[in-house]
């Protein structure tokens, strides 16, 4: 493409400079209005400046891009809800050997997230799970952010909805699902062993060191809404530590305080003992007619005492018996609520299976090499459906500001490619980058790299794309394809190189700094001293395993 007008070029160069600023550092003080709003600054500013027309503007705007991404949204919302990352972090713990075993699990697991619910959801998800699990055990949560951040960069490399860019290249090169996976798939697996390696070397040491002491806090809680109690027998009251016959002799003691028959008896013997002459003549001179009239008397006592017991004893059993029956009435009441309880639990177990086989039934749609955007698009709706329920809480959850920024980025990217100042650039350095030898994938990787972290991962490859793949497609049709699996591993990859790199170290950083668990500062010497080692070395392996 020849360049463009002096005019057109200064004033796109400027809008699209306003754009990269605002992209790259949000917060300027000069003009903290934020990426998503910049991207808008920097389309309107091509439309005002008449480096695109209205109508160009709004071509540019990728609808399939857009619909893939609002769709796996919602799907991966839906997915949260069915408690998907919840079993994810459960899966983290399972009969774990360690640290350096569970940064190994944080690895893989991040990384398989990524690939199927994008690298952005897994870090905002596993984030605080992972700081829970370093306070439970005192552990250093540095590597362990470290490896969920780098390791869902090279996860998200490896299928089209892993990442934006990904989206961006499987819309353009109409590659299919399966084969962009089949080609990618060995090095993004290769990549995640040598990123763990590298992370065990380095913290090797800060790894061994024994936990003094274990948070008492007890298990771990995945979910944020569920707040867990767990008892402890030191919080139980002492009168539960007596065995059991020192309470059988209390009881025992109570029951016969307590019976009439006891109390009776007492009576009679004290009486009896107050009535004794003091003296044997006393006692031979007493009539036996006296004491005949005092057995008498005695019984009769005897007897009143035996009915009263008696009548006690009914008086017991009819309060058991209307007890029982008011037990008997409130049974019913108690059987509805159990049969309420485990009715809604069958409810939302089948909703969830319905969500996992709706989510399977997508990505098998995907596998076939149906059209990406509406396989996405038809999965929310299903879910949606299948929800019953009012779907706004749910797509209020969608990150609307992501597709705005995506829509202001489409048509400030446009416009700087209307000045020709990206062909002119690329037309430099084409004859060094062809991929049919090492030296060109070697020189194009740097390029991509280079730029992936100046100009952020999306942005290079909306520049980068079509030049890359008409520069390959002149050699033949595989290295088309190889060309555009190349620029979606480098460009994903290279976001791990710095903090700044790609959107899903900030959300690791920033959840990590305001994290009401463990608050710890993932500082930006400290990322670069084990991103660039790790971003080299997975890049150069990875480059000799795609095909």
């Not at 949000?26 to 903290?32: R, T």
């Not at 390696?197 to 936990?211: G, T, Y």
């Amino acid at each position: 493409m020849a360049m463009a007008s002096s005019v057109k070029v200064v004033l796109g160069s400027i809008a699209f400079a306003a754009f990269w600023v605002l992209a790259v550092f949000p917060a300027v003080p000069f003009l903290p209005i934020g990426r998503t709003a910049g991207s808008l600054l920097g389309a309107m500013l091509m439309v005002i400046f008449r480096v695109l027309t209205p109508d160009q503007a709004y071509a540019a705007i990728d609808l399939p891009i857009l619909g893939l991404l609002f769709g796996t949204m919602v799907v991966t919302i839906y997915l949260e809800r069915a408690d998907m990352f919840k079993y994810l972090g459960k899966l983290l713990l399972w009969k774990t050997q360690g640290a350096k075993d569970l940064l190994c699990r944080i690895c893989l697991i991040s990384a398989i997230s990524s690939a199927l619910f994008t690298n952005d959801t897994s870090c905002v998800v596993l984030t605080e799970f992972v700081l829970k699990v370093a306070k439970q055990h005192n552990l250093p949560p540095h590597p362990f952010l470290l490896a969920l951040a780098s390791s869902a960069n090279i996860g998200s490399a490896a299928t089209p909805i892993g990442n934006p860019q990904n989206l961006v290249i499987a819309v353009q090169s109409k590659i299919p699902f399966g084969k962009f996976v089949i080609g990618i798939l060995p090095a993004m697996l290769v990549g995640i062993f040598v990123n763990a390696l590298i992370l065990l070397c380095m913290f090797w040491r800060l790894l061994s060191v024994h936990k003094d002491e274990e948070d008492p806090a007890g298990e771990v809680v995945v979910e944020e809404d569920v707040s867990s109690h767990r008892f402890s027998p030191a919080t139980l009251s002492h009168s539960a530590s007596l065995n059991s016959q020192e309470w059988n002799s209390r009881l025992e003691t109570a029951d016969l305080k307590s019976s009439p028959n006891f109390s009776g008896n007492i009576d009679n013997v004290e009486t009896l003992r107050n009535r004794l002459p003091s003296s044997e003549n006393e006692i031979n001179n007493v009539h036996s007619g006296a004491l005949d009239s005092a057995r008498n008397s005695i019984a009769s006592k005897e007897e009143t005492v035996d009915v009263s017991s008696h009548k006690r004893e009914e008086t017991i059993l009819s309060e058991r018996a209307a007890s029982n029956n008011t037990l008997r009435d409130a049974c019913p009441t108690e059987s509805l609520e159990g049969k309420e309880n485990r009715t809604t639990r069958w409810k939302r177990l089948l909703w969830k299976s319905g969500v996992y086989l709706v989510t399977i039934g997508m990505l098998i749609a995907l596998l076939m090499g149906l059209n990406m955007s509406w396989c996405a698009i038809t999965a929310a709706l299903a879910l949606v459906v299948l929800d019953f329920t009012d779907a706004r809480p749910s797509l209020e959850k969608v990150s609307y500001s992501l597709l705005v920024f995506f829509c202001g980025m489409f048509i400030t990217v446009e416009g700087f490619n209307k000045t020709g100042i990206p062909s002119a650039l690329w037309d430099f350095m084409e004859p060094h980058a062809h991929i049919d030898h090492a030296t060109g994938i070697a020189v194009l990787a740097l390029t991509i790299l280079v730029l992936s972290n100046l100009a952020s991962n999306v942005p290079t490859v909306l520049l980068l794309g079509a030049r890359v793949a008409a520069s390959a497609a002149a050699i033949s049709a595989a290295e088309e394809k190889k060309a555009w699996l190349l620029l979606a591993w480098v460009s994903t990859v290279a976001g791990n190189l710095s903090l700044l790199g790609s959107a899903a170290n900030l959300i690791v950083c920033e959840q990590a700094r305001q994290s009401p668990y463990l608050a710890y500062t993932l500082s930006f010497w400290s990322h670069l001293k084990f991103g660039v080692p790790s971003t080299l070395l997975v890049i150069a392996i990875g480059l000799t395993l795609i095909r």
